[in-house]
């Protein structure tokens, strides 16, 4: 694989390669050669995309021994155990690039990389699972359907089973909300004030406004991302206000109202100050998120010692068995 930086020229040429590649939407392998900037984004974006799933099973996982009935229960033990899936396959698609597992995991333990802000929360009743599973699976889906058709083809491919996966968990917390919404007042009030509390926090996880995105204009000319955190959000507000009336809760935003001309719903500003509060680690829940991380982290150390012992132990093995072939 040619490497960047080898030859001024030679680099011209293969950049010349590249962008026709992206120009003719072809996937970009890891193999083929691409430039610096390309790979360092989609390290970056992909282990916070892991790093998310992983610390997104925390708000779920603090209701799996709490859940109301055995099926409530098998159905968020499974859906906790997806996330964890899909943070092992962004892992697997980001190694692809040259970078090891372990350096991403010390980044994000040492507070270099981020993951998405909607895990800074906390899940306060049993409603919450329900308003989890719609909106943040529901913010989650859209942003990722749209990474089905990445550049890069790892990355890709990892997203169209995701995706699969996703589309039970939104329709699982779409139906915890739904048994709620005909339950008792008590009931109905526990689903409204979930959503009262999730609802903007799921609109900031698509990122800042496209004006204040630092990578979109490059991340877009790549074809990394094929939509832009706006064009994102409002699909995601012009999808969900269905949903909400269906269950016959109120969005808790007093400007939220159709607009004919635009074939979209205008919604209230954005606290961003909030957003960047909690994306800079001053969140509700940011110290503990990462506490129990780094406990659990600390805890796994005998697991991944064990599982490196057993991988070279498997390798001195069949180089002993190789090296008695060529004797024989
Ligand atoms: N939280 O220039 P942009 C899930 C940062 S998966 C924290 O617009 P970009 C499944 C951004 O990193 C949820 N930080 O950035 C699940 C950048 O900072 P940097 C995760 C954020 O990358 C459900 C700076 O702001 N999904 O939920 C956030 O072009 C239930 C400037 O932003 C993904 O990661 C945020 N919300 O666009 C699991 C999808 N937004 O890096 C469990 C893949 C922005 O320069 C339970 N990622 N920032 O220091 C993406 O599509 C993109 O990275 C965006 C941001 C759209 C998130």
């Not at 790093?51 to 996982?61: D, L, N, R, T």
């Not at 089973?161 to 339950?183: A, N, T």
């Not at 506490?291 to 600390?298: G, I, R």
Request: aromatic share 10%.
């Amino acid at each position: 694989m040619p490497v960047e930086g080898s030859n001024k020229t030679d680099n011209q040429d293969f950049m010349k390669i590249f962008d026709a590649r992206i120009e003719r939407d072809e996937k970009v392998e890891p193999k083929d050669w691409m430039p610096d900037a390309y790979r360092k984004t989609l390290i970056r974006q992909i282990s916070q995309h892991a790093h998310s799933e992983v610390i997104g099973m925390q708000p779920e996982g603090n209701w799996i021994l709490r859940a109301p009935s055995l099926r409530r229960k098998v159905a968020l033990l499974a859906k906790v155990q997806d996330e964890a899936g899909h943070g092992l396959y962004l892992y697997s698609a980001a190694e692809t690039l040259g970078i090891e597992r372990d350096e991403l995991y010390q980044q994000l333990l040492d507070g270099k990389a981020k993951y998405s802000s909607i895990f800074n929360y906390p899940t306060l009743t049993w409603a919450d699972m329900g308003a989890v599973g719609w909106l943040v699976d529901g913010a989650a889906i859209m942003n990722q359907v749209m990474l089905t058709r990445t550049s890069y083809g790892p990355y890709a491919r990892a997203m169209v089973r995701i995706c699969k996966e996703e589309s039970f968990h939104q329709r699982q917390g779409y139906e915890i909300l739904l048994h709620l919404v005909k339950g008792s007042e008590a009931q109905k009030d526990m689903a409204q004030d979930a959503l009262n509390r999730w609802w903007w926090p799921s609109l900031m996880m698509f990122g800042p406004t496209d004006s204040e995105s630092t990578h979109s204009e490059q991340s877009m000319a790549w074809k990394i991302k094929r939509k832009s955190n706006d064009e994102l959000r409002q699909a995601f507000v012009d999808a969900t206000v269905p949903q909400a009336e269906v269950l016959g809760l109120t969005i808790p935003d007093p400007d939220l109202k159709w607009n004919e001309e635009r074939g979209h719903y205008d919604f209230g500003p954005i606290d961003w100050d909030e957003f960047w509060q909690v994306v800079k680690g001053d969140g509700p829940c940011n110290r503990e998120r990462m506490a129990h991380y780094t406990k659990a982290y600390e805890e796994g150390a005998w697991v991944r010692e064990a599982a490196m012992a057993y991988a070279e132990k498997k390798q001195k093995r069949r180089e002993a068995a190789k090296s008695d072939l060529q004797v024989a």
